[in-house]
């Protein structure tokens, strides 16, 4: 190795990705990953999710609201999770597209390592793919009527799917305040996820089937979601004799 290459700074990890914006393909550089968590407007609702979480062994968050940094590089638009086992589930909320000149919003699903998050809520926002929808919109052309556009998530049961979230985004943090949470120059390429809605009934759990839709207010759908949850197959031990 050169000694060009020892002091020659690393790159930073991106991703490039392709989404449909008003029926024309854009294509946008993630260059920085953030998710927030906790971020519901209502502090019940709030207590409700960690409430949700401890059921699963998920210690109380050290800050409320927090935001997690995390590799863009695991960004992918809809596809396949694949699961080391059957304890990571998906989770609807918003996504802001930081661009050079413009924010842009798309649906997005914090697929997270429960196991893990009992350990480390750090660390269980970076093990699986963060999926987004591929339709994108325009912040300020959302802005007008945000508090009304209705977020859902449904999951399959069974082979039927069924709600698993459903809300307003009059539940979530607004977006001006999630900007001025993460920075005054956030930097072109920033990808931020809002934080997400409750679960119905509280039953935070796996599914081998994840969707998310965002609705207008009108019921026309603006983003949709989905993926498959395939658990890799253990590994089969050798045999002794």
């Known amino acids: 190795m050169s000694a060009d290459e020892v002091i020659a700074p690393l790159k930073r990890p991106a991703r490039m990705l392709t989404f449909d914006h008003a029926g024309t ?40 609201p927090w935001i997690f940094v995390a590799n863009p590089q695991v960004l992918q638009v809809d596809g396949t999770v694949w699961a080391y086992d059957g ?3 998906g989770e609807a909320e918003y996504v ?19 196991g893990l998050e009992s350990l480390s809520i750090e660390k269980s926002k970076q093990i699986y793919p963060k999926i987004l929808s591929r339709q994108i919109w325009r912040l300020d052309d959302l802005l007008p009527r945000w508090d009304d556009l209705r977020l859902r998530s449904r999951v399959a049961e069974g082979g039927e799917l069924e709600d698993y979230q459903d809300g307003t985004l009059a539940q979530l943090i607004r977006p001006e305040r999630l900007l001025e949470l993460i920075g005054p ?15 119905l009934g509280g039953n935070v759990r796996a599914a081998p089937r994840f969707e998310a839709e965002l ?3 009108d019921g026309s759908p603006l983003a949709n979601l989905g993926y498959d949850v395939v658990v890799l197959q253990q590994q089969v031990q050798p045999d002794e004799r």
């Open 25 to 64: 393909p854009m294509r946008f550089l993630a260059r920085r990953l953030l998710a927030g968590g906790y971020t519901g407007r209502d502090p019940v609702a709030v207590e409700e999710h960690i409430a949700e979480l401890a059921l699963l062994g998920v210690p109380r968050p050290a800050h409320v």
């Open 87 to 89: 304890t990571s589930s």
């Open 96 to 114: 802001l597209l930081i661009d050079r000149d413009d924010v842009f919003v798309c649906i997005g699903s914090d697929h997270t390592d429960r």
């Open 185 to 199: 120059d956030p930097g072109a390429g920033t990808v931020v996820f809002s934080g997400t809605l409750p679960v």
């Open 215 to 217: 609705f207008d207010t």
